[in-house]
């Protein structure tokens, strides 16, 4: 059985982040194991409260595992301030690195700031150079880049531009454009666009978390970037087809049905 990490924030509502990432390694029959940055006080209805962890103990906690077990993929994803995110880097780099995926979480869906505004130079200067893929979505791309993404076209553009600041590969991800979820694909050199039928369901918290631990997933599994993104695509569609519906707003997304429905790969 291959071992993936997560370094991320905590969800209590177990939709999103570290909770969201185990039960996708998970069910991609993989074992996970995590590295705590932040605990969130999180509900359907939205993030409440955030308590960043002493980035001293995030520390520990990466170099602990590296000392003792095989690690086969990382994924990143809350990461909110400067001194974490150096203190992430720091470790990562004293280890010889598996595949690490980056997911560029910034806001959550309900607009709670996930990474504080100073911390954007960091995560980008330090983690995306070391990234085998990062993830960004059309908001987080904006953001990096500083001009609006609105078309099939504009993502291309800005994967390539992604691409510029140091990591292997850009999945630029169109869950927020209108009509399909389109996410794009870039290696250095080709585009690969995803394309799959936008579904009508409103529990999709965790999207984004879901599809870049799965991603961690194939890649761990030794799957080749185009088919990880692809199987992923795949899982993230099926999850988000039978999201939950609990609590009083936007519930999680589906990784049971992916386990017991297991489609051959
Ligand atoms: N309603 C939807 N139907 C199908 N796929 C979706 C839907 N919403 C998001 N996706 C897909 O889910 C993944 C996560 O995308 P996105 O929602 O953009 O990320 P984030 O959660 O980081 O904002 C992408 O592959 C995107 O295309
Ligand atoms: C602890 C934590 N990490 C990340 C997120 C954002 O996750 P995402 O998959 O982008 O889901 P939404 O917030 O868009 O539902 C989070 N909410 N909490």
Excluded: W
Excluded at 116 to 130: R, Y
């Amino acid at each position: 059985m291959k071992h993936c990490l997560t370094i991320a924030g905590s969800d209590s509502c177990g939709g999103a982040g570290i909770q969201a990432d185990l039960k996708a390694f998970s069910a991609l029959e993989t074992y996970g194991m995590s590295v705590i940055t932040a605990i969130t006080a999180q509900n359907t209805q939205g993030v409440f409260a955030t308590q960043n962890i002493d980035p001293e103990i995030v520390s520990k906690q990466i170099e602990v595992l590296f000392d003792d077990i095989k690690i086969d993929a990382i994924k990143i994803g809350m990461v909110s301030t400067i001194d974490i995110i150096e203190a992430i880097s720091k470790s990562l780099k004293k280890f010889s690195l598996p595949k690490l995926v980056v997911d560029p979480v910034m806001i959550s869906k309900s607009g709670f700031d996930l990474l504080k505004k100073e911390s954007k130079d960091a995560l980008v200067k330090e983690l995306f150079p070391i990234a085998y893929i990062i993830t960004p979505n059309l908001l987080e791309a904006q953001d990096i880049l500083g001009y609006e993404i609105k078309t099939v076209e504009d993502m291309k553009k800005a994967a390539k531009d992604l691409h510029k600041l140091g990591p292997e590969n850009v999945l630029v991800k169109g869950g927020h454009l209108e009509g399909d979820a389109i996410d794009v694909l870039y290696d250095g050199e080709n585009y690969h666009i995803f394309e799959e039928k936008r579904i009508d369901c409103i529990h999709t918290h965790g999207t984004g978390c879901t599809l870049s631990s799965a991603i961690a997933a194939h890649l761990a599994k030794g799957f080749d970037l185009v088919d990880a993104v692809k199987y992923s695509k795949d899982y993230i569609s099926t999850a988000i087809a039978h999201g939950i519906s609990i609590g009083k707003g936007v519930g999680p997304t589906n990784h049971f049905y992916n386990l017991y429905n297991k489609k051959e790969e």
